[in-house]
């Protein structure tokens, strides 16, 4: 079973090495959440404009943001999830903090999972808690395919 899918929406997404990223997202949530059972990650890339969509429709922000996460689990022993990224917003970031797309692209993903895995990020202390762990996360996965 692969835990994590990933689909273009009326964007191409030059993300690399998608078998081995789904089996380190998979230990990744295995790390926090270890008593799950069963894991499923959908990746959705998409634009600006329909992510902005998404957080209109289904969150009231009326903002533009680089991801979205639903966890759509019915059972505490499952991550049944749908995670939205705008690529357009991850290259502008990308160009903001001066590193490449790809590099920028791990950050979100591992910030969307992080978050299922029920790390937060609205407080300071909370959010540097998130850097950290995608900061983490993102040396692991660079060791892993180096």
Same mark, same amino acid.
């Given at each position: 079973?692969?835990? *994590?899918?990933?689909?273009?929406?009326?964007?191409?997404? &030059?993300?690399?090495?998608?078998? *081995?990223?789904?089996? +380190?997202?998979?230990?990744?949530?295995?790390? +926090?959440? &270890?008593?799950?059972?069963?894991?499923? #990650?959908?990746?959705?890339?998409?634009?600006? =404009?329909?992510?902005?969509?998404?957080? $209109?429709?289904?969150?009231?922000?009326?903002? +533009?943001?680089?991801?979205?996460?639903?966890?759509? =689990?019915?059972?505490?022993?499952?991550?049944? =999830?749908?995670? +939205?990224?705008?690529?357009?917003? /991850?290259?502008?970031?990308?160009?903001?903090?001066?590193?490449?797309?790809?590099?920028?692209?791990?950050?979100?993903?591992?910030?969307? /999972?992080?978050?299922?895995?029920?790390?937060?990020?609205?407080?300071?202390?909370?959010?540097?808690? $998130?850097?950290? *762990?995608?900061?983490?996360? #993102?040396?692991?996965?660079? *060791?892993?395919?180096?």
């Amino acid at each position: 079973v692969v835990p *994590a899918k990933f689909t273009d929406q009326d964007v191409r997404t &030059p993300l690399k090495r998608k078998r *081995a990223l789904s089996q +380190y997202l998979d230990y990744l949530v295995r790390l +926090y959440r &270890p008593q799950l059972k069963r894991i499923q #990650l959908q990746f959705v890339f998409c634009t600006d =404009s329909q992510l902005h969509t998404i957080n $209109m429709q289904f969150l009231q922000h009326d903002t +533009y943001t680089d991801i979205i996460t639903f966890d759509l =689990s019915e059972k505490a022993s499952e991550l049944v =999830s749908e995670l +939205y990224i705008s690529t357009e917003r /991850v290259r502008e970031n990308a160009q903001i903090f001066e590193t490449d797309f790809q590099t920028e692209l791990h950050r979100v993903i591992f910030h969307g /999972v992080l978050h299922l895995c029920g790390l937060q990020d609205k407080k300071k202390a909370d959010a540097a808690a $998130m850097r950290q *762990a995608e900061d983490n996360a #993102l040396v692991q996965w660079t *060791a892993l395919i180096s």
